[in-house]
């Protein structure tokens, strides 16, 4: 069974570009998550999507959005990139993101913003 | 609000000392309570969970105990080897999801030959 993959593994950017994100999770998880890994803030969660629809957001600017797809993909964009935005982007999925069953984490997106 | 709080790395041993990773959380309510671990360029895996007080959570010879009493979920293994090196993440969940994680900074491991 596949894993999580997220594409493209690296890129670089420079400030007040944009950038998008890929993620295809394992065949069957419907819900996927997004979170942001720096050295300083740690993991940090950014939003969640089940079944196309975004049902949870952490605390991020609006720069930061994503959307799912029908068949559970999603990609997150980020827009105005800052240099802040440097990190290590990890998509996760579940089956339903419900109870306490195991999140499955891709090796991640990593960003550098110049 | 919620949050986790581990013990700052980085932790450095021999191959077959103990290991303790310390973890406490403050949470309203009843979290479901887990250990990540990281490897060298790869994503996040599950490593232990807990889903309620006193119960204990176990594999690849790591454990860890939810105590209710302390809030801490602490992480143990007898004796580590250099496969164990790696950086380990505490977590809670929250409203009953398992895909909103808070998660401790992280403390990485390097296990000595």
């Known amino acids: 069974k596949a894993g999580v993959t997220q594409t493209p593994r690296y890129l670089i950017k420079t400030r007040g570009q944009q950038v998008t994100l890929s993620c295809s999770p394992i065949?069957?998880?419907?819900?996927v998550s997004w979170y942001q890994q720096t050295p300083g803030q740690g993991l940090q969660f950014l939003f969640e999507?089940?079944?196309?629809?975004?049902?949870n957001k952490g605390n991020f600017p609006g720069r930061f959005s994503g959307r799912q797809f029908s068949n559970s993909r999603s990609e997150m964009n980020v827009s105005t990139l800052e240099l802040g935005d440097s990190a290590l982007y990890l998509c996760?999925?579940?089956?339903?993101?419900?109870?306490?069953?195991?999140?499955?984490f891709g090796e991640g997106s990593r960003l550098t913003v110049l | 609000g919620n949050s986790v709080t581990q013990m700052e790395g980085p932790v450095t041993l021999s191959e077959e000392a103990f290991l303790t990773i310390n973890c406490t959380y403050t949470?309203?309510?009843?979290?479901?309570l887990f250990w990540y671990v990281q490897y060298p360029g790869e994503g996040l895996q599950l490593l232990l969970k807990?889903?309620?007080?006193?119960d204990k959570g176990s594999n690849k010879g790591f454990e860890a105990t939810y105590r209710k009493e302390t809030t801490s979920f602490h992480l143990e293994k007898g004796s580590v080897q250099v496969s164990d090196s790696a950086v380990y993440f505490c977590?809670?969940?929250?409203?009953?999801?398992?895909?909103?994680?808070?998660f401790g900074k992280g403390t990485l491991l390097t296990v000595n030959p």
């Open positions: 996760a999925s579940s089956t339903t993101g419900r109870g306490t069953g195991e999140l499955f």
């Open positions: 065949s069957g998880h419907r819900s």
């Open positions: 999507y089940f079944s196309e629809t975004q049902r």
């Open positions: 949470a309203t309510g009843y979290p479901s």
């Open positions: 807990a889903t309620k007080a006193d």
């Open positions: 977590a809670q969940n929250s409203g009953g999801s398992n895909y909103k994680l808070t």
